[in-house]
């Protein structure tokens, strides 16, 4: 397996790093502007060096063989997350819920004779501080349990798969990053959320056909590809979808609520974060606007419970997800909201501490095949990955690794708001996937 070694280019690139589906038809990227300017950031970066790293790259300690990100003594996972951005709440969450599982992995004795540590870098969902957090820690670490932001995971994308080949567990379900053998989503891709998400509004006739429904987005990879889900949905439905883009900086969605509300949708999906959720849906019912919406996975975030949006959010608000809520009785959730309170008992539980967990524990799960294969390479996790067919953590939904094409699941879990349960979430419907998810086909 090749390596990329520190040289000079690596290291002025870790330099700059510490400065500040049938889809019917492909979608015009507005992203692809963002692109242009971090595949440029990236031009530099880019080459291979011939000097050594000075760390074990193709050794076989105990048996064991071993290359970037792994001594006799470590193994070494990047954290990119973002802390004091769009997702600062859910990126401390997702963080700290994988610090917990590093903590009690090594408790336990840590993997194959080697204790995990996590290196962590926020980005603030800023893409410059993204692609450089990236740069430097890559030739560091064997791979990343968390990458906050479909648009920047894109950006680095081709690097990943031609050069770097270190396995991506990003905190985005963008169709766009499916193909790659290296960056592996978990969960349900957005357009195929979206498409359960309506179909729950339609199996519980909350919607008809021949109605309106809108859909306000964020521009870039997120919004528009669950925009693509929820035109393939109206199509099969019989629906029509207005529109409605905004930037992940807007806040107030006054005007997107009174275009929508003037063009009599009966229902409102949000593809954007908890801030754009939260005046969405307060704005909508301050105004009579009185119709269901339904938000991706990251549109929502405990703390909005406690504000004026509060009661119109347990009103008729809806998340869908590809896991069960930190809330939940089930024993695997109930444990892990229970040691995460202890381990963090002035944080809120929120769904990215099932996330990061998730992602944690799927890469643990790599490790231990791994040791067992004894090839602790980034090319041994990759085998390890393709061959895990059936990876649960008891939160709701059974993940397929086997086919980097496709998601691991296709199944959305539908919640509802509720102050009363931890994590402010509970399950109004389990785990499905609706028959137009199903026959869904991704590319075209």
Known sequence: MKRRARGTNAARCRARGRGPGGTFRTRPRTGAALLVVLALALAGCSGKATEGDGKDSGGAA????????????????????????????????????????????????????????????????????????????????????????????????????????????????SANLLGSPYVRVVGATYDIETVNAIDYLLTNKRITKGDKIGHVYFEGDYGENALVGSEYAAEQAG???????????????????????????????????????????????????????????????????????????????????????????????????????????????????????????????????????KDLTREGIDKALLGLDAFSTGFGITHDFSDPAAPSTRESVIMKPDSKVPGGLKVVQEARVAESAESFTFGG
């Not at 979808?241 to 107030?252: A, F, H, L, R």
């Open 239 to 373: 629906l029509t979808v207005v529109e409605q883009k905004i930037k992940p900086t807007d806040n107030d969605m006054s005007a997107q609520v009174a275009a929508l509300k003037k063009a009599g949708v009966k229902a409102v999906v949000l593809s954007a974060g908890p801030r754009q959720a939260a005046s969405l849906v307060g704005v909508a019912a301050a105004g009579g606007f009185n119709v269901p919406i339904v938000g991706n996975n990251s549109a929502f975030a405990p703390q909005l419970l406690a504000t004026a949006a509060g009661p119109a959010l347990m009103k008729d608000y809806y998340i869908a997800s590809s896991t069960l809520p930190i809330g939940s009785a089930e024993p695997a959730p109930k444990k892990l909201a229970t040691e995460y309170a202890a381990a963090y008992p002035d944080d809120v539980l929120d769904n990215g501490v099932v996330s990061g967990w998730t992602a944690a524990s799927l890469y643990g799960e790599l490790l231990k095949t791994a040791c067992e294969n």
């Open 62 to 173: 105990g048996g064991v063989k071993t290359g970037q990100g792994v001594s006799d003594k470590t193994i070494s996972l990047g954290v990119l997350t973002d802390m004091t951005g769009v997702y600062a709440s859910l990126g401390k969450s997702v963080t700290q819920a994988q610090q917990l599982w590093a903590d009690q992995t090594n408790k336990a004795g840590g993997i194959c004779g080697r204790t995990v540590e996590l290196t962590v870098r926020d980005h603030g969902y800023d893409p410059q501080k993204a692609v450089a957090a990236y740069t430097e820690l890559e030739p560091d670490v064997l791979g990343f349990a968390q990458f906050i932001g479909s648009p920047f995971v894109a950006a680095v994308e081709k690097r990943i798969d031609g050069q770097d080949k270190g396995l991506v567990l990003p905190q985005a379900w």
